[in-house]
């Protein structure tokens, strides 16, 4: 059978505590068998969580003033205030062309009510009416500073209400980076 030896530092004053946590649960520590020292905070860099939102967003609107895309929320909270937050997002615009007419579709991240990115899709359209379509995607790393919950969401517009702004499979991920 190992033993375990807690040895002192000739040179510290301190005091090493070593407290068991309010549990009711029986727990095991396994050391590794090997020289080193514990980590006891994340380093910079790793993944601490990710969330996503847990079905795909959609929008249907003749919206000329940003709203909110259904589906497309997701709250964080970071364990940190220096947490970073990797914001992914992915989805496509559709919508209907009025003859010779120019359309924008808009899209854009907001953390709370500030946007973080936003994009545009544009078409034009002869003397036929046809659709336009377009992906968009954002990829942005926000500094919350912050341990409270934060949400993240997707809102879209059109530059038109004559024809409807559709989207479909939107989905918005985020991750928790130690700072």
Known sequence: MSLVAI????????????AAPNTNS????????????????????????IVGSTTVGSLSSTSTSYVDTTNATVTITPS??????LVMVSGYMLQGLVAS??????????????????????????????????????????????TS???YKIQQ?????????ATSGVWIIVQEIAG
């Open 80 to 85: 940190s205030a220096s947490s970073k937050i």
């Open 157 to 165: 517009k059109s530059s038109t209400a004559s024809t409807t702004l």
């Open 7 to 18: 040895s002192g530092n000739a040179n510290g004053t301190g005091t090493l505590t070593i």
């Open 26 to 49: 029986n727990r095991t520590l396994t050391l590794p068998d090997q020289t080193g020292t514990f980590i006891t905070t994340a380093r910079a860099g790793t993944i601490l969580q």
């Open 149 to 151: 919950a934060t949400t």
């Open 101 to 146: 007419t120019n359309i924008n579709m808009f899209a854009q991240v907001l953390r709370g009510a500030t946007v973080l990115q936003d994009t545009i899709g544009y078409a034009q359209s002869s003397a036929g009416g046809l659709q336009a379509s377009t992906p968009f995607s954002f990829i942005y790393l926000d500094s919350p500073a912050t």
